[in-house]
């Protein structure tokens, strides 16, 4: 799995760094198909209406096969914001995984049964 973080109007520190990879190792391991996970922690100044308050932003971009899940999370914390944007995209891998495994259950859709009962009306009756 690939993971690239970068910084928007802040610069990324090693403990935003560890922090951002042990929490996305929870995602890992829930789903193990992840291509690459791009994360973008920012400080967002556009709050000074509400009192001057920095709002921290981290989104993140997950990337599988045929899919791409984004998440976003704000706080007044940075590390609270990354615990919230994990948690969500989480939430999201475990829901896609759940969606895929229910379709390998439910097995052929509409036309493969279509096909299967065209074969039995057409097996001659004795």
Do not use: C, W
């Not at 969500?88 to 299967?116: F, I, M, S, W």
Request: glycine share 6%.
């Amino acid at each position: 799995m690939n993971v690239s973080i970068s910084g928007h109007h802040i610069s990324i520190t090693d403990a935003m760094n560890t922090a951002v990879h042990e929490k996305l190792t929870k995602v890992e391991r829930h789903f193990d198909q992840i291509q690459s996970i791009q994360v973008i922690l920012s400080l967002d100044n556009s709050g000074a209406s509400d009192g001057g308050k920095k709002s921290h932003k981290a989104e993140a971009i997950l990337r599988v096969s045929g899919q791409e899940m984004f998440v976003q999370a704000f706080d007044d914390d940075m590390y609270k914001a990354i615990n919230e944007m994990a948690d969500k995209l989480d939430r999201q891998v475990r829901k896609y995984k759940t969606r895929q495994e229910r379709k390998k259950v439910r097995g052929p859709g509409r036309d493969a049964r279509y096909e299967e009962t065209m074969v039995a009306d057409a097996a001659p009756i004795i």
